[in-house]
């Protein structure tokens, strides 16, 4: 995690939507609804910083993530890049802003061309945006980036299936690196790790961002991982975000009923203190995005939940400084 240019905003989120048409019909189709997988989300992403995306599976973390890097075309709203929305350019203009915007894929088994070599796999986005020179001048450019990764250089005529789930994972982090971005989205990247690996592929990232002043949207449905690397934490919950705050107040004071639900049922290495804690229990399921209750998403879960909770939406709002949070609880 970076202390550098803290105050600078790299990115400025605005009212971003995802909704995906629910259509009836086969010949004729008919719109019949949207499945709102991100419904309004705005906040900032500061130079340098780790931002911590959590929440539940299905809630719209990685639909939010591979909007904002156009990889979905939003709905609505606008993903401001040091002063210009990518939401509005076309072309070639968007291609050169995406060598300054990569992805770590949440699967490395699935994510890496099974027919191409490592070299080939890394070597993919310089020759694909026409940069590093001739083939050679990439080969060894493809090299060092696999040093830096803690691969060895001569693996580069390798395939993937040579490799473990951790090795291939290092592999994306190099295609990531290949273009030296600024902003990489980290979408669950130790998720399908084994845990003696996943601290090594997190420290891999902290260690990176340090050398190259990278920027992260980290992805993840583990807390304890998310506190780890993180410095602020938005928390997510059925396509809104429901809190927003740095990791240590965010521990210390969770606001929000969901996110007070979240931690309680995080583990804690003491056992004293464990079995002295209050869990809360969620009772139901998750409401389908395809039609979200009226007033607050989570008011059809919440323990605390009131009569305003159920008719209209909290204004999310900052409620001390940096801190914000989508509550009825703490509406003035």
Same mark, same amino acid.
């Given at each position: 995690?970076?202390?550098?240019? /803290?105050?600078?905003?790299?990115? /400025?989120?605005?009212? %971003?939507?995802?909704?995906?048409?629910?259509?009836?019909?086969?010949?004729?189709?008919?719109?019949?609804?949207?499945?709102?997988?991100? &419904? !309004?989300?705005?906040?900032?992403?500061?130079?340098?910083?780790?931002?911590? %995306?959590?929440?539940?599976?299905?809630?719209?973390?990685?639909?939010?993530?591979?909007?904002?890097?156009?990889? $979905?075309?939003?709905? =609505?709203?606008?993903?401001?890049?040091?002063?210009?929305?990518?939401?509005?350019?076309?072309?070639?203009?968007?291609?050169?802003?995406?060598?300054?915007?990569?992805?770590?894929?949440?699967?490395?088994?699935?994510?890496?061309?099974?027919?191409?070599?490592? !070299?080939?796999?890394?070597?993919?986005?310089?020759?694909?945006?026409?940069? !590093?020179?001739?083939?050679?001048?990439?080969?060894?450019?493809?090299?060092?980036?696999?040093?830096?990764?803690?691969?060895?250089?001569?693996? #580069?005529?390798?395939?993937?299936?040579?490799?473990?789930?951790?090795?291939?994972?290092?592999?994306?982090?190099?295609?990531?690196?290949?273009?030296?971005?600024?902003?990489?989205?980290? &979408?669950?990247?130790?998720?399908?790790?084994?845990?003696?690996?996943?601290?090594?592929?997190?420290? %891999?990232?902290?260690?990176?961002?340090?050398?190259?002043?990278?920027?992260?949207?980290?992805?993840?449905?583990?807390?304890?991982?998310?506190?780890? #690397?993180?410095?602020?934490?938005?928390?997510? $919950?059925?396509? /809104?975000?429901?809190?927003?705050?740095?990791?240590?107040?965010?521990?210390?004071?969770? %606001?929000?009923?969901?996110?007070? =639900?979240?931690?309680?049922?995080?583990?804690?290495? &003491?056992?004293?203190?464990?079995? /002295?804690?209050?869990?809360?229990?969620?009772?139901?399921?998750?409401?389908?995005?395809?039609?979200?209750?009226?007033?607050?998403?989570?008011?059809?879960?919440?323990?605390?939940?009131?009569?305003?909770?159920?008719?209209?939406?909290?204004?999310?709002?900052?409620?001390?400084?940096?801190?914000?949070?989508?509550?009825?609880?703490?509406?003035?």
């Amino acid at each position: 995690m970076s202390d550098n240019n /803290k105050a600078e905003t790299l990115m /400025k989120i605005k009212d %971003l939507k995802m909704y995906f048409p629910i259509t009836q019909g086969i010949i004729i189709q008919k719109h019949v609804g949207d499945i709102k997988a991100v &419904d !309004g989300l705005s906040f900032d992403i500061q130079r340098g910083e780790t931002l911590g %995306l959590v929440g539940e599976s299905g809630c719209g973390k990685s639909t939010t993530g591979r909007a904002i890097l156009q990889l $979905y075309k939003p709905t =609505a709203g606008s993903v401001i890049f040091e002063g210009e929305d990518i939401t509005t350019i076309r072309g070639e203009s968007l291609r050169k802003m995406r060598r300054r915007m990569q992805m770590i894929f949440q699967d490395p088994y699935a994510s890496l061309n099974p027919r191409m070599t490592v !070299g080939n796999i890394v070597a993919e986005p310089l020759e694909v945006h026409k940069i !590093g020179g001739n083939a050679k001048e990439r080969r060894e450019k493809v090299k060092d980036l696999l040093n830096v990764v803690g691969l060895n250089p001569y693996f #580069i005529n390798r395939y993937p299936h040579e490799f473990s789930g951790g090795q291939r994972q290092r592999i994306g982090v190099a295609r990531a690196l290949a273009l030296n971005p600024d902003f990489i989205v980290c &979408d669950e990247p130790i998720s399908a790790l084994d845990v003696s690996i996943q601290a090594q592929v997190i420290n %891999l990232l902290e260690d990176l961002q340090q050398e190259f002043g990278l920027t992260y949207l980290f992805i993840a449905h583990d807390l304890s991982v998310v506190r780890h #690397i993180s410095d602020r934490i938005a928390v997510m $919950y059925l396509g /809104k975000i429901v809190e927003l705050t740095d990791r240590y107040t965010l521990y210390a004071n969770p %606001l929000h009923p969901y996110t007070q =639900a979240l931690l309680s049922a995080v583990p804690i290495p &003491d056992p004293v203190a464990d079995a /002295k804690r209050q869990r809360v229990i969620l009772e139901g399921d998750v409401p389908s995005p395809a039609n979200p209750p009226k007033g607050c998403n989570f008011c059809t879960r919440c323990p605390k939940a009131f009569d305003p909770c159920f008719e209209t939406e909290p204004e999310f709002k900052e409620h001390e400084p940096g801190h914000w949070a989508a509550c009825h609880l703490y509406q003035a």
